[in-house]
């Protein structure tokens, strides 16, 4: 009698990371109402005539937040703190990478060639490991194969094979660098953003209460133009 096998539990870790987004849905939501508005307004010139005064409603009000809503459409998409941050997995990063580890590849070949009946030298090469496991391994292994190249001499490598490891390794090492600053990078700019949709806010909120004043809820022929502009269809603007 065959028992029903348990079901092998999923690893931890399995599900695919999540990039949030630079701007929060209630963030987002107020950009769409506040694009929605201003594309109305910018749309007709008559309810811009009608609305427009001479201190706040102005063409340099609307043009000022036609601008504002330009630059911060670049950033209303799931995956661009992503792509500001640099993902870990950059394209310097992994030249960088290639290199460096080419560099290494090639000494280790002349250190196998030297030591091919001492193999108890080679790992101080980083021979019969995984170097390429990881950042850490990597970084370390270079570094000891530079330090060892100052006291050993193998078959066509010069000084400058050293030099060349070690400008290398610097190069790998601040790619890391570059990567913690895009993310410091993310986390200003998400603050900045957040700011500027407050005042997005402010504006499309100045924009209704000028055109609640001029379309009031009381005249029947008001209502398709306060439609548009999300006004309510009964009484007054109070937000």
Same mark, same amino acid.
Request: proline share 7%.
């Given at each position: ?29 107020e950009i769409s109402r506040t694009s929605t508005i201003t594309g109305v307004v ?21 043009? =000022? ?66 170097? /390429?496991?990881?950042?850490?391994? %990597?970084?370390?292994? =270079? ?5 060892? %190249? ?27 660098? /570059? ?32 055109? /609640? ?20 269809? /009964? ?5």
């Amino acid at each position: 009698m065959s028992e029903t096998p348990t079901p092998t539990p999923a690893p931890e870790g399995g599900k695919t990371p999540k990039h949030h987004g630079l701007l929060d849905k209630h963030q987002l939501a107020e950009i769409s109402r506040t694009s929605t508005i201003t594309g109305v307004v910018n749309s007709d010139p008559a309810i811009f005539a009608k609305i427009q005064d001479d201190l706040i409603i102005t063409p340099a009000f609307m043009t =000022a937040l036609s601008k504002d809503l330009q630059f911060i459409g670049q950033y209303t998409g799931a995956a661009n703190e992503a792509i500001v941050e640099g993902k870990l997995k950059t394209v310097t990063e992994s030249t960088a990478k290639s290199t460096l580890l080419g560099k290494i590849h090639y000494i280790q070949s002349k250190a196998k060639l030297k030591y091919a009946g001492n193999h108890g030298v080679l790992p101080e090469y980083g021979i019969g490991t995984n170097i /390429d496991v990881s950042r850490p391994e %990597l970084e370390t292994a =270079a570094g000891n194969i530079v330090a060892k %190249l100052k006291t050993d001499t193998l078959p066509k490598i010069t000084p400058q094979h050293g030099t060349d490891l070690q400008a290398a390794l610097d190069a790998y090492k601040q790619t890391k660098v /570059d990567q913690t600053g895009k993310k410091g990078d993310a986390t200003t700019l998400r603050k900045q953003l957040a700011k500027m949709v407050e005042t997005l806010a402010v504006r499309r909120r100045q924009l209704q209460h000028a055109a /609640d004043g001029e379309y009031p809820h009381t005249d029947p022929a008001s209502a398709g133009t306060r439609s548009k502009l999300d006004l309510p269809p /009964d009484r007054p603007l109070n937000a």
